[in-house]
């Protein structure tokens, strides 16, 4: 779920104290419908989960509404109501983005709980409380938060001393959060006292080398990536290591087969293609004449099966066109340019008896323009977002907005439907503190999965997560501006997108629930299917991960 944002253009053609710590479940879901992956029948088989009402409500990306509560007893303490998913039973607890009221969520998934706004800000909640006993009160002060009239604060020094002097008694991601917090201060403390901010940030940078390990636990792997994402932003060079984890890739046969091992052995993007498959195919039931524009095409196995669905349409199959779209990230991985995808795909119909036009578009998706994309009279338009759209910059990075452009222009196309699939997680405009913390939220229930399907020294492993996903979090974490492509959004900010675009959303049909849980049987147990606020949602436990949805 990378890309590069270097591009060729081409066209062609083609037929993570002594007094006992909080615990915080890593976890959360909102409420809806909740099934585990190997049930047919939900009634008998699925996981009840208490659902509320949901309440529609929206949120310009500058407002929110007002934040939930903390209620703990003792430091060691902290019940946190979540509402994350519709995975996950009420009160469950979760790493959560914001450490204030989020400023850019707009909804809950179906994972968490009833309160829709609320999925963005526990654990940072119980983190605030957490460094509040960490680093203690900011001063003797009385209820004015004075001391005989003055404001009164601790040095950096006696700051960073307490943190360093309790280090030793935390755990890993306690110590991740400390050491995120102290990197987040560097740039904001005075001058002066900016070395003894990166003097304690290394410092704990030091302890935690030797707690995490590319072989180790998934909180230890997760723990590697994450420190060194600290370490790149402490140093100014994010965008330098970023570059350097890509290069560190020998050839594009090697990234291939690691791609290959994710795609095996995690459903996230049989998630992606089966549903939107099942989308379009009932879509375009009627239609003799099928464009199709895949904003990220990549090796084009999404549209096999499609075209092999296709050939068995009663009465002979329609006329297909697919337009492909990709960047230089993905020609490098397969050794070649879109002409390879074409002749892949073509092969494929001609052996089915299909017949297919492949027309290839080699550039970003900042670059694409109406002339790209080949628009003829009398075709019905799908198109096609998988874990695409969080790559275009939108207005808080550049005033062009590519990520609003796109739809406007999808739009203006009058397609017949567009399906979108994306991570669930919210990393595009949360401060670094909230973006870390919500990194870490995403990638701990994705590392578990990894870790339920190979073993923690298999080295096929190891480098799937170092090219595929460490460059990902290091980006996250280290990089601003346009340097930062992977930029996540809740499914309700996508929805706002979509809706002030001019799209309305298509209802999914229980095909498409039906062929994902179907999918799922060949993997873990703990991997769910919820359906909610117009989307399905596939989860790992209680954590919601990617959202799949139709518009039109």
Known sequence: MQASRESKKSTHKQTHYNQPMPQINPYGFSSLQALNNDSTDSKSHGTEVSFQAYNEQFFTLESTPAADYIAYSSPSTISVSSNRSPFSP????????????????????????????????????????????????????????????????????????????????????????????????????????????????????????????????????????????????????????????????????????????????????????????????????????????????????????????????????????????????????????????????????????????????????????????????????????????????????????????????????????VTLVEQESNTNTANFVQRFCETLDFYTAMFESIDAARARDDRQRISAEEHCVAKDIVNILACEGMERVERHEVFGKWRLRLTMAGFTPVQLSSSVSDAVRDMLKEYSSNYRVAEGNGALYLGWKNRALSTSSAWR
């Open 90 to 417: 009420q009160g469950s607890h979760s790493y959560a983005s914001d450490l204030h009221p989020p400023s850019d969520n707009t909804c809950s998934s179906p994972l968490s709980g009833s309160s829709e706004f609320d999925d963005e800000n526990k654990l940072l909640r119980a983190l605030w409380v957490l460094r509040n006993e960490l680093l203690g009160p900011e001063s003797e002060t009385d209820d004015s938060g004075s001391f005989n009239g003055i404001l009164a604060q601790p040095s950096p020094f006696t700051k960073y001393n307490r943190v360093l002097e309790m280090a030793p008694h935390m755990d890993l991601n306690q110590l991740l959060f400390a050491c995120a917090e102290i990197v987040s201060e560097v740039d904001t403390v005075p001058f002066s006292d900016r070395q003894v901010a990166v003097s304690a940030a290394e410092a704990l940078m030091d302890i935690l080398e030797k707690m995490v390990s590319v072989s180790g636990e998934p909180s230890q792997r997760l723990g590697a990536y994450m420190l060194e994402g600290l370490r790149a932003r402490l140093i100014s060079s994010g965008s330098i290591i970023y570059k350097k984890l890509k290069c560190k890739e020998p050839t594009g046969s090697e990234l291939m087969s690691y791609m290959h091992v994710l795609f095996q052995i995690c459903p996230y993007y049989k998630f992606a293609y089966m549903s939107a498959n099942v989308v379009i195919g009932e879509a375009m039931e009627n239609e003799n004449r099928i464009h199709v524009i895949d904003f990220q095409i990549a090796q084009g196995s999404q549209w096999v099966s499609f075209i092999q669905a296709l050939s068995r349409r009663p009465g002979g199959p329609p006329y297909i066109r697919i337009t492909g779209i990709d960047d230089s990230q993905s020609a490098y991985a397969r050794n070649g340019g879109l002409d390879l995808v074409g002749q892949r795909l073509v092969q494929v119909a001609e052996s089915c008896g299909v017949p297919l036009e492949f027309h290839g578009a080699g550039m970003s998706g900042c670059e694409v323009q109406l002339e790209s994309l080949g628009i003829r009279n009398g075709e019905a338009l799908a198109v096609n977002f998988p874990y695409i759209l969080h790559h275009m910059p939108d207005e808080s990075v550049s005033t062009t907005n590519h990520r609003d452009r796109l739809l406007r222009l999808v739009k203006s196309l009058s397609p017949k439907v």
